[in-house]
């Protein structure tokens, strides 16, 4: 059975940095694309994605402060966050592109709530 298990602090103040993971496990063929998404009241948003090879795209609102990566030998994605802000509050989550067999799944971490404030 495929995880998602992320783990990363959730209580940082403005300005503040925090790195997050999640790490893949279960019976898995290949990750194709991996990324990070957030939740906030009202406001769902990708947040970052990057695929296989290692090209990255992000959300305009986090462009310059937060990067995302990957080991493919440990089936993890990283997400560092730098000079977090108050409206990078939001319930982050995980997920990945998953191959299993001869089709391909998207799997979700749990979430964990990030939240900026003094």
């Known amino acids: 059975q495929v995880q998602l298990m992320e783990s990363g602090r959730g209580l940082v103040q403005p300005g503040g940095s925090l790195r997050h993971s999640c790490a893949v496990s279960?019976?898995?063929?290949?990750?194709?694309?991996m990324g990070w998404y957030r939740q906030a009241p009202g406001k769902r948003e990708l947040v970052a994605v990057i695929?296989?090879?290692?090209?990255?795209d992000y959300a305009d609102s986090v462009k310059g402060r937060f990067t995302i990566s990957r080991d493919n030998a440990k089936d993890t994605v990283y997400l560092q966050m730098n000079s977090l802000k108050p409206e990078d509050t939001a319930v982050y989550y995980c997920?990945?592109?998953?191959?299993?067999?001869?089709?391909?799944?998207?799997?979700w971490g749990q979430g964990t709530q990030v939240t900026v404030s003094l």
């Open positions: 997920n990945a592109d998953i191959l299993e067999g001869r089709l391909s799944r998207v799997y």
């Open positions: 279960g019976s898995i063929f290949s990750i194709y694309n």
């Open positions: 695929t296989r090879g290692g090209s990255t």
